[in-house]
């Protein structure tokens, strides 16, 4: 398999519930990030791991923690959500240093929080 | 902080005829990379296109190319002998020269459709 994959493509929890997003690159590189996509607004930077070592947290609320195992692997921990929490949680992946610096995603989580 | 903005929320355009989606930026930079992405139905971001901002000559790729104007901050995308496959949201986004700063900023997008 090829490219940056995320699972699982839906997912609906309650507030009180504990969930975790998956993502998986198979492309060598060594950055990847979390964002956060809701309609009517831009997409919002979320979490950056470089080399597995978070290099940038934009104010994110704690519910939302994030893991990052390896250099192939990203989690995000959720826990507690609201209701506007629902969006498109999307993984992405780069190479720093060299290349062409352009991101590689996922096709994305699709949350609802009921 | 960078901004990018794209003034057209929804474009159409007729199959095989061309069309422009625009983008401006604000920075204070003069090292930075511009992209356009793609999001088709299926939810992922499809890069279209780069432009690194020393080089002065337009990106092309194929059917799509863009009109770089540094002095003026504006990065258009022009979309040639349009397609079905093409009718998705467009995003230009912007990204500092390699070094300490990862960030990929997005503007809202650009939804086109292309009509039959």
């Known amino acids: 398999e090829t490219g940056v994959t995320q699972t699982p493509r839906h997912l609906v929890m309650g507030m009180t519930n504990k969930k975790s997003l998956k993502c998986e690159q198979h492309?060598?590189?060594?950055?990847m990030y979390w964002y956060k996509q809701s309609a009517k607004k831009p997409l919002e930077l979320m979490f950056v791991?470089?080399?597995?070592?978070?290099?940038e947290n934009n104010s994110v609320p704690s519910r939302f923690s994030p893991e990052c195992p390896n250099s192939s692997h990203l989690f995000l921990h959720l826990h507690t959500l609201q209701p506007e929490d629902s969006a498109l949680y999307l993984c992405a992946s780069s190479q720093e240093g060299v290349g062409n610096y352009g991101y590689t995603f996922g096709s994305g989580t699709r949350l609802t929080v009921v | 902080a960078q901004t990018v903005t794209q003034s057209q929320p929804e474009m159409s355009v007729q199959e095989a005829e061309t069309v422009t989606l625009s983008c401006t930026y604000d920075t204070s930079e003069s090292d930075y990379y511009l992209f356009w992405y793609k999001q088709p139905p299926s939810r992922q971001m499809i890069l279209v296109i780069r432009q690194e901002a020393y080089k002065q000559q337009n990106a092309t790729e194929n059917r799509f190319s863009v009109n770089f104007q540094k002095a003026a901050k504006s990065f258009s995308l022009k979309i040639s002998d349009s397609q079905l496959g093409d009718a998705a949201m467009y995003f230009c986004?912007?990204?500092?020269?390699?070094?300490?700063?990862?960030?990929?900023?997005f503007g809202k997008g650009t939804l086109l459709t292309v009509n039959p």
């Open positions: 791991y470089s080399l597995e070592e978070r290099v």
């Open positions: 492309l060598g590189h060594n950055a």
């Open positions: 986004a912007y990204r500092s020269a390699p070094g300490s700063n990862y960030k990929l900023t």
